[in-house]
T-cell receptor
Framework: QKEVEQNSGPLSVPEGAIASLNCTYS??????FFWYRQYSGKSPELIMS??SNGDKEDGRFTAQLNKASQYVSLLIRDSQPSDSATYLC????????????WGLGTSLAVNP | KAGVTQTPRYLIKTRGQQVTLSCSPI?????VSWYQQTPGQGLQFLFE???????NKGNFPGRFSGRQFSNSRSEMNVSTLELGDSALYLC????????????FGPGTRLTVT
């Protein structure tokens, strides 16, 4: 089992819809969770961080964390073509694994 | 506040050569992490430096090395380049504290021929 798993996609949604991106992780004691957006040919950009169970909202983005289920998600409301990118989930490990563990990313395409 | 800078942005080298990449973190940040990114492999962690000390290391051969200076600037060196080393090399800056948010530089695109 990979430490951080994401559906590779591509996930295709129409403009204006809600895009839902999911991530599961294996290290039960992880405490910090991040979502990054990466446009083709560019470097990853941090868009959300979440540390506690529940929802965290920032503009059109909502991160949801469920530590019991070891699951973190990102919702993008009112999706725009400019949201088309690869979304990377990263989890900060604990114990002897104190570094960011990365998923392979989910490719999102928002169709006008 | 200035972001993370990396130099050079593009590099073409020949097999067997060595290369040094540079990264200047965000002012005040003491942690610098290096990643290799190739299509299909995702972000592969190379190492992290914090206050001039290597704090963590990924599973790369000894040809990959790094260091950090007292001003937090970091360099990464790859010796005896192989074709498979062609990749985007990314540097990420962090305060190094518990929050651990990382901010990436634009990357160095290395091509080995």
């Amino acid at each position: 089992q990979k430490e951080v798993e994401q559906n590779s996609g591509p996930l295709s949604v129409p403009e204006g819809a809600i895009a839902s991106l999911n991530c599961t992780y294996s290290d039960r004691v992880s405490q910090s969770f991040f979502w990054y957006r990466q446009y083709s040919g560019k470097s990853p950009e941090l868009i959300m961080s979440i540390y506690s169970n529940g929802d965290k909202e920032d503009g059109r983005f909502t991160a949801q964390l469920n530590k019991a289920s070891q699951y973190v998600s990102l919702l993008i409301r009112d999706s725009q073509p400019s949201d088309s990118a690869t979304y990377l989930c990263a989890v900060y490990g604990a114990g002897n694994n104190r570094k960011l563990i990365w998923g392979l990313g989910t490719s999102l395409a928002v169709n006008p | 506040k200035a972001g993370v800078t990396q130099t050079p942005r593009y590099l073409i080298k020949t097999r067997g050569q060595q290369v040094t990449l540079s990264c200047s973190p965000i002012s005040g940040h003491r942690s610098v992490s290096w990643y290799q990114q190739t299509p299909g492999q995702g972000l592969q962690f190379l190492f992290e430096y914090f206050s001039e000390t290597q704090r963590n290391k990924g599973n790369f051969p000894g040809r990959f090395s790094g260091r950090q200076f007292s001003n937090s600037r970091s360099e990464m060196n790859v010796s005896t380049l192989e074709l498979g080393d062609s990749a985007l090399y990314l540097c990420a800056s962090s305060s190094g504290t518990a929050a651990y948010e990382q901010y990436f530089g634009p990357g160095t695109r290395l091509t080995v021929t």
